[in-house]
């Protein structure tokens, strides 16, 4: 292992790349008197965003955050907008059979297309890139796993080819056993993804409330009453908990556990391989290493995971993990001069089968909830916004029993 992962003295530790994009206002209001609407969004993370984007088309919306708007794991993303689900489709057949896998895995594709449609529509501007992406055989799964993987998944429609080691040598230099190419990624600005959504849902009529905690949900046959921490109710048919890592108090959370992850950005401009730029770089490890270039020229690099869920907070690992990163990095792409620059660290979802749960949590279905968005999160909050709008708008969503909370 190389030791030459350079971390500058004045490395912004702690501090996520997003935070300092340019065009992060959102409109907020403090909450000071009652509130009676058709639809309560709690979290102004980009799962609100889309939640709020999506039916404030044809609903009367609250957002409430109890931070300001983007201030959850959303700032933390690194944004790699993918349809390839963390558990591989071979894998998420076995548990939830393969009818049920290929559905998640064909959902999470056109969900990759819906975002782009949604932002390119809407005129966002979040240096949304169309991306490819490089799954590199691992010590979870290898070769051969990786090889019916690019079977199961071809079987399907879906665009991806098996690249064998001495190929993946010649095109990328990248010395592995073999790996998946695919094509119909994305990656983008979190932050200013979930900024541009909540100005449209405001342009909508939507209002974004904050602070303002959100303490219960008390659900009676009309409707839902929130209490909330600024002694003023907020009333409202229907609730949707967008709460991220933060399990909303009352609301069950089977099999959904929450871990911590590390990211690390390089300074402006550098120096990479070409073919960097239009890919989504990621291996079938645990614990696992992931990257892609930003906009201005910074590689982004994440991963580290640890099954805790709280070893985000500590700064003395934030340090190690990134110099771990870097250090990871440079001996898969020698020759990388990584300048650490900016280094974070943020909660991070998971479940049992690396599928969100999306869905009501009351008899009556008042109060939906979107928890467990792992490694696709953002993925995840784009078919969250269609499960949840067909329910509300009475067209169930065929989908909607993958996600079942
Ligand atoms: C390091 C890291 C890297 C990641 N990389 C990727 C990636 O490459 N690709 C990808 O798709 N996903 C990635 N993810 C996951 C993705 O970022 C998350 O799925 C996504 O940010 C979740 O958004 P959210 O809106 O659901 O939650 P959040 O952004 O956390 O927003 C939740 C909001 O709810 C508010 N809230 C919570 N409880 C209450 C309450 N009781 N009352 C009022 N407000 C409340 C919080 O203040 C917060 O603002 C990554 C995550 C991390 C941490």
Redesign the pocket.
Known sequence: MTTSATIKRDLRTGRSLWADSAGLGVPIKPLTQALSVDVAV???????AFMAHELSRDHSVAV????R?L????L???????WEIDLPLTELAERIGTAKARRAWLRSFDAVQALEKIVTDEGIRCGLARKRSLYLAGDAYGRRALEAETVARAAIGLDSRWLKAADLRDQFGVDRTGAILSTGSLSGD?AQMAAGLLRRAEKNGAKIWSP???EEALVDPDGVTLVTDAGVPVRAERVVF?????F?KGVPTPGASVAS???VASKSRTPCPSWLKDMLVWEASDPYLYMRMGRDGRLIV?GEDEASATAHEDPDKLKRKCRALVEKLETLLPGVEFEADYAWA????ESVTGLPQIGPVDPDGRIHA?MG?????????VIASQIVAGALRGRPDPDADLYRV
């Not at 933390?76 to 993918?82: I, K, N």
């Not at 968005?373 to 909050?381: A, E, F, H």
């Open positions: 709690v979290g102004a993370g980009i799962s609100g409430l955050d109890r931070r708007p201030m959850g794991s959303t933390a993303s690194t944004a790699m907008l993918q979190p303002v905690e959100v967008c709460c991220g890592y933060e909303p992850s590390w990211a994440g943020a909660a991070f979802g979107v968005v792992g490694g696709n999160g953002i993925t995840y909050s």
